[in-house]
Nanobody, 126 residues
Framework: QVQLVESGGGLVQSGGSLRLSCAAS????????MAWFRRTPGKEREFVAA????????DYGDSVKGRFTISRDNAKNMVYLQMTSLKPEDTAVYYC???????????????????WGQGTQVTVSS
C-alpha cells in the first residue's frame, strides 16, 4: 500500500508562485512513475505533469508547459511541483499520483495511476 500526502497549497495572487510537495510512504519509491493532476468543481481531473522513475524524463499538460516544473528526490521519497506565473484558471485541488507498472510510460490518464493523495487546494486570485 502506498500513501501519498500533498502539502504546500494555499492562496496566491495572479503571477505568483507556489511549490507543492508530495510525501510518499512507498517502499522502492524509485520504481513508481509519479504525477500531478488537478480538478476544479464540475470538471474531470486534468493531467498536469508526470516524471519518470529516475527523474530524467518529464511531461506536462499543455496549459502548464513553461510555467510548472515537476521534480523528485528519490532519497527522500518526495515529489515536487514548482508553479510559477500562476493564473486564476490554475485554481484547483491538486493531487499527487503514483503508477507502479508504468505500462504507458508517463501516463496522462488518471485511470493509469494506482495511488492518490487527498489533494491540496490552490487558489489564485486575480
Amino acid at each position: 500500500q502506498v500513501q501519498l500526502v500533498e502539502s504546500g497549497g494555499g492562496l496566491v495572487q495572479s503571477g505568483g508562485s507556489l511549490r507543492l510537495s508530495c510525501a510518499a510512504s512507498a517502499y522502492l519509491f524509485n520504481t513508481y512513475v509519479m504525477a500531478w493532476f488537478r480538478r476544479t468543481p464540475g470538471k474531470e481531473r486534468e493531467f498536469v505533469a508526470a516524471i519518470s522513475r529516475s527523474g530524467g524524463t518529464t511531461d506536462y499538460g499543455d496549459s502548464v508547459k513553461g510555467r510548472f516544473t515537476i521534480s523528485r528526490d528519490n532519497a527522500k521519497n518526495m515529489v515536487y511541483l514548482q508553479m510559477t506565473s500562476l493564473k486564476p484558471e490554475d485554481t484547483a485541488v491538486y493531487y499527487c499520483a503514483a503508477d507502479k507498472l508504468a505500462l504507458r510510460g508517463l501516463a496522462t490518464l488518471d485511470s493509469d495511476y494506482d495511488y492518490w493523495g487527498q489533494g491540496t487546494q490552490v487558489t489564485v486570485s486575480s
